[in-house]
C-alpha cells in the first residue's frame, strides 16, 4: 500500500515567494496532520483536519500559513508570503478513523529553504 | 497544557551496548504513549506503543514499559546495531479518542559506532 506521499521533497525559494506543499494521506484515512520540525523547537503540530474539516489551527504560526483540504485523498499547506525564518521540514500525516490507537502515519517531508 | 521530556543527545555508544533512552509526560488521565524512529532523510515511523498503564511495547529489540506511577515511558534495548543509528521520538496521545494530533518530545539523535 502507498503511505502518505508529500511533494516537493525539497523547496528553495527566496524570501516573499508563495510556498505551496502537498499531500496526499493514505487512502481510507479519515484524520490528516500537518507538522512542521525544526531543530530549535522539535516537532510543532499546524493544523489538523477530520474529514476533511479543519479542526484545530492554533498551530499554524501566523496569518501567512493557511491549509486546506478540498477532499479526503488532497490537501495542502501555503506559505505567502515565505519569510526564512518559516525554513523547516514540514510532515504531513495521516491517522485511521477515530476508533484507532492513535497511531499516526507520516510522509517523508518537505525540506524548505527560504532565503 | 500536555508534555513530553526527553533526554538530551546525541546518544552516542558502541555496538552491542545497552541502549536507555529517557522519556517522561505530563498529560491529565491516561494517554496512549508511542515511541518513533526517524532516519535521515526520511519520515517519522512508530517503533513501539503501549495504551494503558503497565503494558509493555515492543518491537526490533526494544521495549518500553508504560509506568504511570513514574510517568514515564523509557525505550530499551540490550545490544544496539550501527542500523540503529536515527533519531527517537517519545509521544502521547491524550485520552479519550477524538481527532486530536500526537504531542512529541524534542527527539534524542542516537550514534552507534561499530
Known amino acids: 500500500d502507498a503511505g502518505v506521499i508529500q511533494s516537493p521533497r525539497h523547496e528553495v525559494t527566496e524570501m516573499g515567494q508563495e510556498v505551496t506543499l502537498r499531500c496526499k494521506p493514505i487512502s481510507g484515512h479519515n484524520s490528516l496532520f500537518w507538522y512542521r520540525q525544526t531543530m530549535m523547537r522539535g516537532l510543532e503540530l499546524l493544523i489538523y483536519?477530520?474529514?476533511?474539516?479543519?479542526?484545530?489551527d492554533s498551530g499554524m504560526p501566523e496569518d501567512r500559513f493557511s491549509a486546506k483540504m478540498p477532499n479526503a485523498s488532497f490537501s495542502t499547506l501555503k506559505i505567502q508570503p515565505s519569510e526564512p525564518r518559516d525554513s523547516a521540514v514540514y510532515f504531513c500525516?495521516?491517522?485511521?478513523?477515530?476508533?484507532?490507537?492513535?497511531?499516526?502515519?507520516f510522509g517523508e517531508g518537505s525540506r524548505l529553504t527560504v532565503l | 497544557g500536555d508534555s513530553v521530556t526527553q533526554m538530551e543527545g546525541p546518544v552516542t555508544l558502541s555496538e552491542e551496548a545497552f541502549l536507555t533512552i529517557n522519556c517522561t509526560y505530563t498529560a491529565t488521565g491516561y494517554p496512549s504513549l508511542f515511541w518513533y524512529v526517524q532516519y535521515p532523510g526520511e519520515g517519522l515511523q512508530l517503533l513501539l506503543k503501549a495504551t494503558k498503564a503497565d503494558d509493555k511495547g515492543s518491537n526490533k529489540g526494544f521495549e518500553a514499559t508504560y509506568r504511570k506511577e513514574t510517568t514515564s515511558f523509557h525505550l530499551e534495548k540490550g545490544s544496539v546495531q550501527v542500523s540503529d543509528s536515527a533519531v527517537y521520538f517519545c509521544?502521547?496521545?491524550?485520552?479519550?479518542?477524538?481527532?486530536?494530533?500526537?504531542?512529541f518530545g524534542k527527539g534524542t539523535h542516537l550514534i552507534i559506532q561499530p
Open positions: 483536519f477530520n474529514n476533511n474539516v479543519p479542526i484545530d
Open positions: 500525516a495521516s491517522r485511521p478513523g477515530q476508533g484507532a490507537s492513535g497511531e499516526l502515519f
Open positions: 509521544a502521547l496521545r491524550r485520552s479519550g479518542g477524538g481527532a486530536d494530533g500526537l504531542t
